[in-house]
């Protein structure tokens, strides 16, 4: 039986290392974080403290952006728990950028625009924008105002998540965007760990694709003569 999903959005400090726009995991704390259910939506402001004790009893994470959430939580038991035990990750924008078929940009696919342009969510005022531009961090602004912005945001990603059920069902999609699902795991995974390289085989094999590269060059350019003359 299914036990249904739990929305999670995280809001954090952004100090801008590693060319990071929207802060680093390795650096940033998270100020606050909010969590939605079928039946309840719950917030906490955390900063300066650490986030330990979270558990999800839900089937399915729905996160806008999962590459970007997920690796601040990445430690933490209960998320390690969750997945080991079959739960499923559903990113939004992911989700979103199959649906258009790879079209929509990485502006299009932002929260705020997607809610608003595609699923009718409310156009909300930028409250945490205006802080930010004056290069404030987050845990700065007015608490209420990051309470106020993490819960509209994890309303807006369910408002999502319930419409792409609806049109990736049918579209015959579901199972593809699934399994796109575990590709948006393994990156993160890669990214909270790293990737281990082995720099001269990298480049051994380097040289030998550029050599059949450039040999199948070749082969095409003569293949194309004939329709080319």
Known sequence: MSKGYLVLDVENNNSKVYRCKAG???VDPIVA???KNEKELKSTYIYPEKLQNLQIDEDVLVIHNATHDLPFLWHLKGIQEFFL?????WDTMKAEYLLSGHLKTYKELGLRDLAVNKYGCKQREKVMEPYWDQGWDTSDIPKELVMQDVENDVLDTEKIYLAQLIETEKLGMTKAIEYQMDGVLAKIEMKVNG?????????????KLEKELEDLYKRLGVISEKYWR
Do not use: S, V
């Open 24 to 26: 680093c995991f390795l």
């Open 33 to 35: 974080f909010a969590l």
């Open 195 to 207: 990737m281990k390289i082995h720099k001269e085989t990298l480049e051994k094999n380097k040289l």
């Open 85 to 89: 035990r079959g739960g499923k990750l």
